[in-house]
């Protein structure tokens, strides 16, 4: 009966200490201040976004710093897909949760209080933000640490700094109140919106090695690749060959590698197109010969995994 008791004592100690420490998280949390103000984001550019993520039923899409929960409250009613919203304002959050169970989707969303930095986002095939370019920017190696190659990112209104994105809109929005005093020209006012799109590219730096036959005889090849971000540049060398073949229209667009390299062979230039699937340190894929319908070779390179620099350096 006495160890009964001690084991009871111990139990409901052991639970007040942990309600202590979640209360002291969630208070720790609160008293963070959200680093970008809550503007709701038109329903023209939440479909805009979603469209150009081109998102369906198989996707998982995180917002961050999701505000009352509309984007991935829409893209769970209107295209099937599950959706995490990340938001640091309680006050938004049970916001979001209403409005989730009011669309009837509380069964495919989930609204976490929580700051999007310490956040676990690895299972996002889509990525969704309405933040500041600025946030963006110390957002982004998280992103390409995180997430998987091919993961899509929208930002509505704010860039990534130096990364160039995929592609880019102009979305109008038709508004019934015009930011002057001048009402004249109310009818002809549209607020603009700008989307932008990027897909996470694989890491591809480093040095490559192959060997491969090609129509003057078998040979072998060590490429450098220097990536920013998804756009490719560096040197081939093939054989013993001292002059190296520069890379050109090189670009990584996922785990899709594609690039050519130039030469002349035997007194004509000739342009070798390469392409592949990159897993890890490994590339497979087709080279092709400019003008020679014949020729198409498998190609597989391998990468010295200590040559491999990160995305932001």
Not at 3 to 22: E, N, P, Q, R
Not at 92 to 103: T, V
Not at 149 to 160: A, E, K, L, Q
């Amino acid at each position: 009966m006495e160890m009964t008791i001690k084991w009871a004592k111990k139990t409901i100690l052991g639970l007040l200490f942990l309600s202590c420490l979640v209360m002291w998280g969630e208070t720790e949390l609160q008293q963070k201040r959200p680093e970008v103000p809550f503007v709701p984001t038109p329903e023209e550019v939440v479909a805009a976004m979603l469209r150009m993520a081109d998102v369906d039923q198989d996707d998982v899409l995180y917002d961050l710093g999701c505000g009352d929960g509309r984007i991935v409250i829409t893209a769970a009613k209107e295209l099937g897909c599950r959706g995490v919203g990340i938001e640091i304002d309680l006050t938004r959050i049970q916001e979001s949760r209403i409005n989730a169970s009011n669309a009837g989707v509380s069964d495919r969303v989930e609204f976490l209080h929580m700051d999007l930095f310490e956040a676990d986002i690895s299972q996002a095939t889509v990525v969704t933000l309405y933040l500041l370019s600025k946030v963006n920017r110390r957002l982004r190696p998280k992103l390409f640490q995180e997430l998987k190659p091919g993961t899509r990112v929208i930002s509505h209104d704010f860039s990534m700094g130096e990364w160039i994105p995929e592609k880019s809109t102009v979305i109008e929005e038709k508004v019934d109140y015009v930011p002057f005093h001048d009402t004249r020209f109310v009818d002809d006012y549209w607020d603009k919106h700008t989307v932008y799109f990027w897909i996470i590219p694989a890491n591809v730096s480093g040095t490559w090695k192959w060997t491969m036959p090609t129509i003057s005889g078998k040979k072998s090849y060590r490429l450098e690749i220097d990536q920013d971000f998804q756009m490719l540049k560096g040197k081939a060398y093939e054989g013993s060959a001292s002059l190296p073949l520069e890379i050109r229209n090189g670009k990584i667009k996922g785990d899709r590698l594609e690039f050519f390299l130039e030469r002349n062979d035997q007194g004509h230039t000739e342009k070798m197109f390469f392409e592949g699937i990159v897993k890890n340190h490994t590339v497979m894929g087709f080279v092709r010969i400019e003008g020679n319908p014949d020729f198409e070779e498998k190609w597989q390179a391998k990468r010295d995994p200590s040559t491999r620099k990160s995305i932001e350096e």
